[in-house]
């Protein structure tokens, strides 16, 4: 009788802890939903790519540090393990963040969401070219199926998403699928908030460098917006490293997709600026996608002994 009620506490204490990390999930999709609002915001007012960019991780640093404090009493957390790692890691991160930063500038905030959501796609293809993994006929066609929503989304010809921003955005769904891979890696002998750090602090390196040839006279207001942009981004952050602390990537990763409801909001609210018809039919084909290449990673983990040929 006692062995059942501890069971039974411990697989409440589980399912809480699952739904905390679904709620950091949401929180964070929210707060990086803001971040890209606030880049549009700045845009606006005349700042530059750079700056943004520069505001984006230096704001963030102070943030990143705080939570630290927190967390572990001390800055233990700053010491990496894998200090190259983590040096290529923001190298490739902070490019892939001029092409993320650019397709929220050059596209509508829900078009260039739903083109963010191709991150699995990319991931399923670096991952069977560049690591070998095996992956079979079911997790191909989902590739077959994302890029087809692509198509649907762009209508390509149609004129109405710009091709360039188009290509911008899946641009940076490539980088992002090649970082997280770096991150399975780095993952193994460092803490997800030392990647953080690390990220924030050395791709500031390239960015003093450039920010002052970019840099330009701002009023107050457009500095509060390009400080806001680290505070959100820091956070935003924090909330997805807090989210795996208390659930599996499969539990949290379909909460992303409320992204598109935020970026659908801020448009309107701020930019006056909908989804076309053509993005509300193509971006259920292309988080369907996702889910399914998630679920079939899920699936065929859970099966180790046999190969995803087979289950497949």
């Avoid at 030392?194 to 920010?211: A, D, E, H």
């Avoid at 448009?267 to 998630?294: C, D, K």
């Amino acid at each position: 009788m006692l062995k059942q009620v501890q069971h039974d506490g411990q697989k409440a204490a589980d399912g809480d802890r699952v739904m905390l990390g679904i709620a950091m999930r949401l929180l964070a999709v929210l707060l990086l939903a803001t971040l890209s609002a606030l880049i549009k915001l700045a845009e606006a007012r005349g700042a530059t790519l750079v700056e943004i960019m520069f505001w984006r991780q230096g704001a963030a640093i102070p943030v990143v540090l705080g939570y630290m404090a927190i967390t572990d009493r001390s800055l233990g957390a700053i010491r990496s393990n894998a200090f190259r790692g983590q040096a290529i890691r923001a190298t490739i991160g902070v490019t892939g963040m001029a092409f993320n930063f650019g397709a929220v500038l050059l596209l509508p905030l829900a078009e260039a969401t739903t083109l963010a959501f191709t991150v699995p796609i990319f991931a399923t293809i670096l991952g069977a070219l560049v690591l070998k993994e095996p992956t079979g006929w079911h997790r191909w066609g989902a590739v077959a199926a994302g890029f087809a929503g692509v198509l649907i989304v762009t209508q390509p010809g149609s004129g109405h998403v710009p091709l360039a921003g188009a290509a911008v955005g899946l641009t940076s769904s490539v980088f992002v699928a090649i970082v997280a891979i770096q991150l399975r890696q780095i993952g193994k002998v460092d803490r997800p908030v030392t990647t953080v750090f690390w990220f924030s602090t050395l791709s500031m390196i390239p960015l003093v460098l450039l920010y002052p040839f970019f840099a330009l006279s701002h009023d107050v207001g457009t500095f509060a917006i390009l400080a806001a942009m680290g505070l959100f981004g820091g956070l935003g952050q924090i909330a997805f490293t807090a989210a795996l602390k208390h659930a599996p990537v499969s539990a949290v990763m379909p909460m992303d997709y409320s992204s598109l409801i935020w970026a659908t909001l801020y448009g309107y609210a701020l930019f006056g600026m909908l989804p076309t018809p053509w993005t509300w039919i193509g971006a259920p084909v292309i988080i369907a996608s996702g889910l399914y290449i998630v679920w079939r990673e899920r699936r065929v983990a859970r099966h180790p002994q046999v190969s995803e040929a087979i289950a497949d």
